[in-house]
């Protein structure tokens, strides 16, 4: 009996998942359809798919162009849109792709928002190798030496990139000082950031290529690569960032590990509306 009443509680209703091919369809183009081009879409004739336009017109769904007789969204699903970015919550979403990710690629992967002091993880999921890199919540990537710091800034306000670079500049003068007055034994020795110039140089790289690397600039032997999730404004919301020893880590542009984080990224970026921002822009 529980098992039957689970199968009706998960039964649809087969009239509604065929009439959503009709606003899939439209969603996907970006743009207001003719009903022949909508019918083809959904693979069923025009006579068909004009019943379901009519009473998604009354629900508010779609309209209908007057001029053209062309069909575009409607005032509900706007609504539904918007309050569907409302609710959100990028860290929310990545999560559980990040586990996957993790096993898929076999190294460490962490999740990073832009905080008061530069790109911070937030969310960690573990190598499933034994042989892996650590990275703890809380920690605040440099902005310059590390993949994560770098991805952000390269998407990131300018204004706000050359203010976080003169902090760290600032940060690492302190650190200077302080290690002149009391050197300690085995430290190693402050590397100089680099300038504007040069910096700007090394974000229109991660531009080009759409995702950030790091070899051996932190730590000797570890290796990272982190790519952006954008929202549906456009904005940077969250870095991918892979991390694991240099020995078995393909910093290659276009190799397994840079293709598997931009498709995670790329799929958190489309639940988050920045696909669809897309298909406006383009149009």
Known sequence: ??????????????????????LRALVHHGRPMAL?????????????????MVSFGRLGLIEQDRASGHY?????????????????DPVHIAT???????????????????????ATIVRT????SPVHVNMRHGTVFSLTTTASGRVFGAYLDAAVVRGQLEDERQRQKQRKGAAESAPAAGMPAVQPLPSWSDFER??????????????GEVIEGVSAMAAPVFDHTGAIVLAVTAIGPAAIFDTAWDGEIARALKACAGTVSQRLGAAAVSLVSDR
Do not use: C
């Open 202 to 215: 090394q974000l229109k790289e991660v531009r080009d290529h759409g995702i950030s690397r790091s070899d």
């Open 72 to 88: 575009l969204l409607g005032p509900l699903a706007l609504q539904l849109g918007l309050i569907s970015l409302q609710q959100a």
């Open 96 to 118: 559980p792709l990040v586990a996957r990710l993790a096993q898929q690629i076999g190294h460490t992967v962490a999740l990073a928002v832009w905080g008061a002091r530069g």
């Open 125 to 128: 999921a573990e190598s499933p």
């Open 1 to 22: 009996m529980a098992a039957n009443d689970t199968d009706r509680a998960q039964r649809g209703i087969q009239s509604i998942e065929v009439g959503g091919q009709l």
């Open 36 to 52: 022949k081009d909508l019918a083809r879409e959904a693979d069923m004739t025009a006579a068909k798919a004009h019943p379901y």
